[in-house]
């Protein structure tokens, strides 16, 4: 049971909290509020829940190695 409860926990931390937050607060986490940023639609629109879960579990696959560069943006 205990085991249970802290993986429930941590998936709660480590997905719920930038999934509500950027869902639900225009955009901003915490940390994005604090640095004057927002996460964006290309219309400047604030994201809604499906973007941000989106968003969300596509940063695990960004963080794989290998793959890091497949979701950064490069400009010319």
């Known amino acids: 049971l205990d085991l249970a409860i802290l993986a429930v926990g941590s998936f709660l931390v480590l997905f719920g909290y930038p999934i509500a937050m950027e869902a639900f607060s225009g955009g901003q986490t915490v940390g994005k509020k604090a640095?004057?940023?927002?996460?964006?639609?290309p219309d400047g629109t604030p994201i809604g829940f499906l973007a941000a879960t989106i968003r969300c579990f596509v940063r695990i696959l960004d963080a794989l190695p290998g793959v890091f560069p497949v979701g950064r943006e490069v400009s010319p």
């Open 35 to 41: 640095l004057g940023i927002a996460v964006v639609r």
